[in-house]
């Protein structure tokens, strides 16, 4: 693609915008990835629509946020160009026809494959035209019984406006004919369907000829919502969703108190603008067009959909089916050997650091440490940040304990996590309510660093001391995702790091200039300085004849300086492999610029979450592990660590297992083409290898010999 010259060096880089790819695309890119998780038959088929549903999940969001943004852009008429040379006017174009056609293969496979393989194996969803006498019997009780009551149908007329339709929300555009009770004749109606109601309810079973029998809720409306307008003829019922910007407008330099009002915008967050409608796709075309001019919104945000227009609810189908031939072999987590099972945590620490390799090894130790910290006498205080944790968190429950006990508690709770906000504001009522110190950051810097900080007070040689105990981590406090994502956390009482850590919760909880710092590496002030200098180090050494490495692992690579520095590593011979999960904006391969940088992806049963930074570094081999992505917003706009494994066992078992198995894998590993596109890598002859399933069986537990 060529590009006029007055964009060839947008946003200020290095390169011709040539050289970069577009981040949206990169993001419908990755959920094709996904997208053939659930095309795969060697995927066990209830996970096949596990999948699915996780990409209906994926671009929910993606309308809520990037497609908004874009949306806003050219409302704006912003001239304005992206890294990729790219207006908003034009990426939205490019992805309004990558998103069509994306919806219209999601629905084709769960209609022509995956729901007809379930019906084989006994696992049936009924259409209304296949109802038997008595189905349709049980069905007609059950909406009488569980639906109608609350149920509340709007008939349109002036003085029975659209209503105001939330977010994501189940409706029904009903077509009438004739006249009611008052004489109004409007010809249309609205059905809400309330939350609280299942989207899938399942036939009793002696009713069903299979082994489970399920209706979609649209079904069951669709059949009987000529009982909610009485006398009049229903010409057509049509389920529609629309899906609204989710962003929320906030500006924290404005605002005095940030929690009071997150907590005023979060309501509004269900009535933002439109930005995409899906309709049935019988909806008639008239009914179409008045349901666009109700959210203002033009024909190409109009997505006519042969099922279910939310996927997302069929999320539990999985969980309800007692089948696990159909589902992934369960596995339990290993436990580290550095971690005496009967010893206190606090001694095993001190004895060394333990690295934890989430969910292959078990989140249990860092559940156990804060709970001993919480009950521990000795423990003086714990300061912890907290971005997702979930509304039932064993992990915040341990830290009200903590402050019940009298203990020096300090959380820094990030108000502005993504659709995290609501359960972040109640864990910070409830902690205020004991005592405990809550902070929400720094204003226009979310905190997005994983970081524990135990303060103890032990007897030294010299007599009494305090102590620090500290676990850095990738990935969230959450123990749910625990369960689900790759991701490394250290455990360790290193006084320099400690001291490290100290000095960030400092920074984040007072006032001052930012001091250097002895291991770490911090977003905003070193992260991706020292990133660069690292990088350009490798490309010095090449250039004069010595042994050069990068490798690197994350979700996303989108910073133009850093993917500048990668080329220009490449151009002088540094070997480069990335393993990049989701979008990457960088092209490899390309001669002359990047043919020495290598990109793969890699799609499994587990969310590969970690990051990982390696450098050879004249043989010193440096690797850190970090919370943050190569990415501007993590850069310049979020508090972010990287941190060094210093102890050479460790370190290697972090080259091995977070970097090197990814570059075995010839099973879930997609190699990216500089065009962007992306090519699944399959064994052509040799041993099959799967990273996650041979990292499943390095760290499973031991059974005692």
Same mark, same amino acid.
């Given at each position: ?126 259409? &209304? ?8 019997? !049980? ?170 227009? /939310?996927?997302? &609810? ?5 969980? !309800? ?31 060394? $650091? ?41 992990? #915040? ?53 994983? #970081?524990?900080?135990?303060? &103890? ?72 300085? /020292? ?45 480069? $492999? ?17 043919? /020495?940088? &290598? ?29 943050? $992505? !190569? #990415? ?74």
């Amino acid at each position: 693609m060529t590009y006029p010259p007055d964009i060839a060096h947008a946003s200020g880089t290095r390169f011709p915008s040539e050289n970069f790819l577009n981040r949206e695309l990169g993001i419908l890119a990755f959920n094709r990835r996904v997208l053939s998780q659930a095309r795969n038959p060697l995927v066990p088929l209830l996970e096949r629509l596990r999948f699915l549903c996780i990409v209906s999940s994926n671009l929910d969001e993606f309308f809520e946020i990037r497609v908004a943004g874009l949306k806003e852009q050219v409302k704006l008429n912003s001239v304005a160009v992206t890294t990729d040379g790219l207006t908003a006017r034009a990426a939205y174009r490019l992805v309004s026809d990558e998103t069509h056609s994306l919806v219209e293969e999601k629905y084709a496979l769960l209609n022509d494959e995956i729901l007809p393989k379930l019906a084989e194996e006994g696992i049936v969803f009924l259409r &209304r035209s296949a109802w038997t006498v008595e189905q349709r019997e !049980w069905i007609k009780d059950y909406f009488f019984r569980e639906v109608m009551p609350v149920l509340t149908p709007i008939g349109l007329d002036p003085s029975h406006p659209f209503p105001r339709v939330l977010n994501k929300s189940l409706n029904f555009a009903v077509e009438l004919k004739g006249k009611d009770a008052f004489g109004r004749s409007s010809g249309a109606a609205i059905v809400q369907a309330p939350r609280v109601l299942p989207r899938v309810i399942r036939l009793p079973r002696e009713l069903c000829d299979c082994a489970y029998g399920f209706v979609f809720f649209s079904s069951v409306l669709h059949a009987f919502v000529g009982e909610l307008f009485a006398g009049m003829n229903v010409l057509g019922c049509y389920q529609f969703r629309v899906t609204r910007n989710s962003n929320l407008f906030v500006d924290e330099e404005e605002v005095k108190n940030l929690r009071a009002k997150i907590q005023g915008e979060l309501p509004q967050r269900h009535f933002g603008d439109g930005v995409r409608l899906e309709v049935a796709d019988i909806c008639s075309d008239a009914m179409a067009e008045f349901l666009l001019s109700q959210f203002n919104l033009g024909a190409t945000d109009l997505y006519r959909v042969p099922g279910p227009v /939310n996927l997302v &609810r069929l999320m539990q189908v999985p969980d !309800w089916v007692e089948r696990t031939d159909l589902k992934f072999t369960p596995f339990r987590p290993g436990f580290p050997k550095s971690l005496h099972k009967g010893n206190s945590i606090f001694d095993d620490i001190r004895a060394g $650091d333990t690295l934890l390799h989430h969910p292959y090894q078990s989140f249990s130790p860092v559940i156990s440490l804060l709970e001993l910290a919480a009950s521990d006498p000795q423990v003086a205080a714990i300061k912890m940040t907290v971005y997702r944790t979930g509304t039932d968190s064993v992990l #915040m429950k341990s830290l009200i304990l903590a402050a019940q006990n009298g203990k020096e508690v300090t959380v820094i709770l990030e108000l502005m996590a993504r659709f995290d906000e609501e359960a972040n504001i109640g864990w910070a009522t409830k902690l205020e309510q004991v005592g405990a110190h809550v902070i929400y950051g720094v204003v226009g810097y979310k905190t997005h660093a994983k #970081m524990l900080l135990i303060v &103890r007070r032990e007897e030294g040689k010299t007599g009494s001391m305090l102590r620090r105990y500290v676990h850095l981590g990738t990935g969230n406090y959450h123990p749910k995702t625990a369960r689900l994502y790759s991701d490394f956390g250290l455990l360790t009482c290193n006084e320099e790091i400690g001291d490290d850590v100290n000095e960030v919760f400092k920074q984040l909880t007072g006032l001052g200039l930012a001091q250097s710092l002895k291991h770490l590496w911090q977003a905003p002030f070193s992260l991706q300085q /020292n990133l660069l200098s690292a990088i350009q180090q490798e490309a010095e050494a090449a250039r004069s004849g010595g042994r050069s490495r990068i490798i690197a692992k994350m979700n996303s690579l989108l910073e133009p300086g850093i993917i500048s520095a990668l080329y220009e590593a490449s151009q002088a011979g540094v070997k480069i $492999d990335l393993v990049v999960r989701g979008v990457c904006a960088l092209r490899p391969g390309i001669k002359g610029l990047s043919e /020495n940088i &290598r990109v793969r992806s890699i799609i499994g049963r587990l969310l590969e979450h970690h990051r990982v930074f390696y450098f050879y570094a004249s043989g010193a081999e440096k690797v850190y592990l970090s919370s943050a $992505d !190569w #990415m501007e917003r993590n850069f310049f706009r979020r508090i972010e660590l990287a941190f060094p494994i210093l102890d050479k066992k460790l370190k290697r078992r972090v080259i091995t297992e977070g970097l090197q198995i990814y570059f075995a894998d010839n099973q879930q590993a997609w190699e990216m083409d500089a065009n962007g596109s992306y090519r699944l890598r399959r064994c052509a002859r040799g041993k099959p290898r799967c990273a996650q399933s041979e990292l499943i069986e390095l760290l499973k537990p031991r059974e005692p010999s």
